[in-house]
């Protein structure tokens, strides 16, 4: 069984700090991994993906990956209340389909 | 508009009785899928199709079918649904491996 471990949360910073949200998965097969958004009574958009072993930078986020440690995490800098959500992990298998699996989320509230 | 479109948005059924609720993507995707979202139990991919006339099973595929005979629809039917479908319910597509999936607006299902 491949599982996704996130925390739920709740995790709470302050606005323009940075919120450190963390993931891990069970299969070292995982080929591709991806960092979604979910607010509350909406569907999850996909904010992030990441291949390499590194760190990825879109905007004020940045995807972390390291597959010895079979690890990836997201960095929110500059943390705005909108930011407020559930934050979902990730990770596609797909040397054998397209099999995804995600984590339960990570809660994150951004105090103003 | 780049979109996944689901039908219908909430339905109320009893036990016993089929339903089909439908998908439908405008962006010419190869990749498309669904997935169930339950509390503490996160998002779980129920079926995936890589292709028309392709699909395959995700996690939990028991009590599910699943149709791709064209390319931008998928639809998901409950032959016999039970209570325990009860659920909300994502469309999703993407247009390759490793690109991650756009969601569609959920489905919120109750079976009483």
């Known amino acids: 069984q491949k599982e996704v471990e996130q925390n739920s949360g709740p995790l709470s910073v302050p606005e323009g700090a940075i919120a450190s949200l963390n993931c891990t998965y069970s299969?070292?097969?995982?080929?591709?991994f991806f960092w979604y958004r979910q607010y509350s009574g909406k569907s999850p958009e996909l904010i992030m993906s990441?291949?390499?072993?590194g760190d990825k930078e879109d905007g004020r986020f940045t995807a972390q990956l390291n597959k010895a440690s079979q690890y990836v995490s997201l960095l929110i800098r500059d943390s705005q209340p909108s930011d407020s959500a559930t934050y979902l992990c990730?990770?596609?298998?797909?040397?054998?389909?397209?099999?995804?699996?995600f984590g339960t989320g990570t809660s994150l509230t951004v105090i103003p | 508009e780049a979109q996944v479109t689901q039908n219908p948005r909430y339905l109320i059924t009893v036990t016993g009785k089929k339903l089909t609720v439908t998908c439908s993507q405008n962006?010419?995707?190869?990749?498309m899928s669904w997935y169930r979202q339950d509390p503490g139990l996160g998002l779980r991919q129920i079926y995936y199709?890589?292709?028309?006339?392709?699909?395959d099973k995700g996690d939990v595929p028991e009590g599910y079918k699943v149709s791709r005979k064209e390319k931008r629809n998928f639809p998901l039917i409950l032959e016999s649904p039970s209570p325990n479908q009860t659920s909300l319910y994502f469309c999703?597509?993407?247009?390759?491996?490793?690109?991650?999936?756009?969601f569609g607006s959920g489905t919120r299902l109750t079976v009483v």
């Open positions: 999703a597509s993407s247009s390759w491996t490793g690109n991650g999936y756009t």
């Open positions: 962006m010419n995707h190869e990749y």
């Open positions: 199709s890589m292709n028309v006339e392709v699909t």
């Open positions: 299969d070292r097969v995982s080929q591709s």
């Open positions: 990730a990770v596609e298998y797909s040397n054998t389909g397209n099999q995804f699996y």
């Open positions: 990441i291949y390499s072993n």
